[in-house]
C-alpha cells in the first residue's frame, strides 16, 4: 500500500512538472503588443533560425508565397483602420505573408489568418498588399524578427528582418488629421483634469 502511494506521489509530481513545462521549440512562437496611435497592434508569429542555411533564394523561394515566419501563419492585429504602406486596411486580424524576391517584397494582409503556413493561402482572400525595397543589414539576424518602430506619436514603420535582410512597411492611421484633433481633445481634456486635481490639493 505505501509502494501504490508512493508511486501515485512521484507520478502527480511529475504531471504537474510536465504542466509547467515544455519542449522548447524548434522555431519559438513570439507575441508582440504595442501602442500604436490611439489604439494599438499585436502580433502573432513563429520565429525560425538561420541555422547555417542560405535563407532567401533558397529555403525560402523568390516568387512563392511565405508565411513571414514558421508553423502557423503570422497573425497582424490592427485596434484601428489603418493606412499600411499607402493602402487603407480596417482595424481587424489578418494573416500577414511575403512573396520575396531578390530585390523586392510584396507584402500581403490576408483574411485568413488561422491556416498552418501559406499551403491553403488563397490570393483571393487578399485585403491588400504592397511592395517595398529590401535592404541589406549591417549585422546578420539569427532569428526571424518583426517589430514595430515609432516614427511619432501616430506613425511608424513595421520592419521585418532575418539573415542579411531587413524591409520595412510604412504606418499610420487610415483617418490621420481626425485621429490628431481627436488626440488633441484628449490632451486638453487630461490637462483640465490634472489642474483640477492640483487645485484641490
Known amino acids: 500500500m505505501k509502494k501504490l502511494l508512493f508511486a501515485l506521489c512521484i507520478s502527480t509530481s511529475v504531471f504537474s512538472f510536465a504542466q509547467d513545462y515544455s519542449v522548447p521549440a524548434v522555431s519559438p512562437r513570439q507575441k508582440v503588443e504595442q ?3 490611439m489604439s494599438k497592434i499585436t502580433i502573432d508569429y ?34 484601428q483602420s489603418v493606412s499600411f504602406g499607402g493602402k487603407v486596411v480596417p482595424a481587424g486580424t489578418y494573416g500577414l505573408f511575403i512573396v520575396p524576391t531578390e530585390k523586392e517584397w510584396k507584402v500581403i494582409l490576408n483574411k485568413d489568418f488561422q491556416q498552418w503556413g501559406a499551403y491553403t493561402y488563397d490570393p483571393k482572400q487578399d485585403v491588400v498588399d504592397v511592395t517595398v525595397p529590401v535592404n541589406k ?25 532575418w539573415d542579411t535582410s531587413v524591409a520595412e512597411v510604412s504606418l499610420k492611421p487610415s483617418k490621420l488629421d481626425a485621429v490628431i484633433k481627436i488626440s488633441d481633445k484628449l ?6 483634469e490634472s489642474d483640477a486635481a492640483k487645485a484641490k490639493s
Do not use: C, H, M
Open 35 to 37: 501602442q500604436f496611435s
Open 187 to 192: 490632451k486638453e481634456i487630461k490637462k483640465i
Open 46 to 79: 513563429g520565429r525560425p533560425g538561420v541555422k547555417g542555411r542560405k535563407i532567401f533564394g533558397d529555403l525560402v523561394p523568390y516568387g512563392q508565397v511565405w508565411r513571414a515566419g514558421a508553423n502557423s501563419s503570422t497573425k497582424i492585429t490592427f485596434g
Open 137 to 161: 543589414l549591417a549585422d546578420k539576424q539569427e532569428w526571424f524578427e518583426i517589430t514595430l518602430n515609432p516614427v511619432d506619436e501616430n506613425t511608424g514603420n513595421l520592419v521585418i528582418k
